[in-house]
């Protein structure tokens, strides 16, 4: 089994900034593509932003120039530092990983973490 965790959410004012991390763990596995998905109340969970293991990096238009994707491929983890911050930013976040164990790959999701910004 692998196993995604979040850490990094919580209140920020608008403007205001929050660094997300997300770290895989568990047994015989290699990650492939790691990202961000949010997910507003009464709306559909939409793409953050993604980075494969090679780098190459897609962004929502909504978050270009705001959000910042990174990932450490020795520890498994993926950030998402967000700058700028606006009310339309709240949502629970969760992280998301396409996994590689016994040359089968599958896609695992974190528990979620909420980011609210309001003032």
């Known amino acids: 089994q692998v196993y995604l965790v979040e850490s990094g959410g919580g209140l920020v004012q608008p403007g205001g900034s929050l660094r997300l991390s997300c770290a895989a763990s568990?047994?015989?596995?290699?990650?492939?593509?790691m990202g961000w998905y949010r997910q507003a109340p009464g709306k559909q969970r939409e793409l953050v932003a993604s980075?494969?293991?090679?780098?190459?990096?897609d962004y929502a238009d909504s978050v270009k120039g705001r959000l910042t994707i990174s990932r450490d491929n020795g520890e498994n983890t993926v950030y998402l530092e967000m700058n700028s911050l606006k009310p339309e930013d709240t949502a629970v976040y969760y992280c998301?990983?396409?996994?590689?164990?016994?040359?089968?790959?599958?896609?695992?999701w974190g528990q979620g973490t909420q980011v609210t910004v309001s003032s």
């Open positions: 998301h990983a396409r996994v590689v164990r016994f040359g089968f790959e599958s896609s695992y």
């Open positions: 980075i494969n293991r090679g780098g190459t990096i």
């Open positions: 568990g047994s015989a596995f290699r990650v492939n593509a």
